[in-house]
């Protein structure tokens, strides 16, 4: 199942005021209901779009029901939307009703928005919850005899960076087997890549799909593996190999392969890189990036040859300390600079003396 929040489509929505619970209150907090959906201007409608399509490729993540423990109803009632078992009103209510009781006491009020949508023309249902700083003052409207609220109110809400959106779900009917668990994305913009427990949890009665130590490690290795098998220029190999591992190491919490090739690949290397990165089950979208396992192999740079010779350089002195000269018969010269220390005998019992070749064998130079 293929995230292409590009491709998001809303075409109803509706909203609920859920309070915050509070069980110390000594009258219990109602939730303000609608009873219609909002009525959508294309103009309002082209902004909710763009602002959730945004939120969902930042921070989205695959989601997939919890059966062991099943914690909560609201995969049924998605199933139940997306099988066109209920109207979208009616499933609205129920969601509205399971928040409220789901939320701790420390959970502020807020909005809830359901809303009847279309991913890559499919049938969809987007879920969000909206956290509005300085109170609510949404007043309630009649459309024909029914209760709803003024999407326009909404819209301003949506569209401001005072207010808190955002924690979101989505879920499309490709992601609805009738034998199995339902998946999803759903995400957090105050955590940045990770949910809130309740959300996630206790709510959507969900949990992450993805572990990001086996992400991490498997955007390593087959990142790795392209520049072994795929770049043929010995100078760009050792670039595109850096910025792997500095990317790796540095500290940010998620890891995009896109921006990545964006950022540090050839133009023409890029959708080789994300393609081959595909057809090893790496996503080529944001994830979040824990290094635990790979950690031991960030720190040191390899160059080996065709005759068995390898060089084997931290990191960090790679560019002061090595300079490659390539020649046109196709071999190298691998200059080191720096002061010898030490020289020993070396044994690897995972690997054989290189065989004998009658080929030119690359040079490496070395100069201190």
Known sequence: MSGEFAQLVVDEAIFHLVPQRKRSDPVPAQLKLSEAVCQLGEDVRGKIQANFRGVLTKHGRPVVEELEVKKSTVPDRIYEYLAQQRELVDVSVDLAE???????????????????????????????????????????????????????????????????????????????????????????????GKMAQFWLQAFLGCRQKEDPKRLTQEFHEAAVDWVDKRVDDPEKSVDYLMAVLVELRSNTATLDPTAFAADHLDLHDQDNFLTYLASKDVPTTVFDKDIERVAPRLSELQIGFASGISIVAPVRRVREDIKIDEHPDGTSTVTVRGKITSTRSHYSARKPDAPQTDGQAPRADSTG
């Open 98 to 192: 399971l928040l409220f009781e789901s939320q701790k006491g420390r959970s502020p009020a807020g909005l809830l928005l359901v809303a009847a949508a279309r991913l890559a023309g499919k049938r969809a249902l987007l879920i969000v919850k909206l956290e509005q700083e300085g109170g609510l003052r949404a007043e309630d409207v009649l459309v024909e005899g029914k209760r709803t609220f003024d999407m326009s109110y909404f819209a301003d809400l949506l569209m401001t960076e005072h207010n808190k959106i955002y924690k979101a779900a989505l879920f499309c009917v490709d992601g609805v087997p009738e034998d199995g668990p339902i998946e999803g994305w759903a995400a957090d913009k105050q955590l940045a």
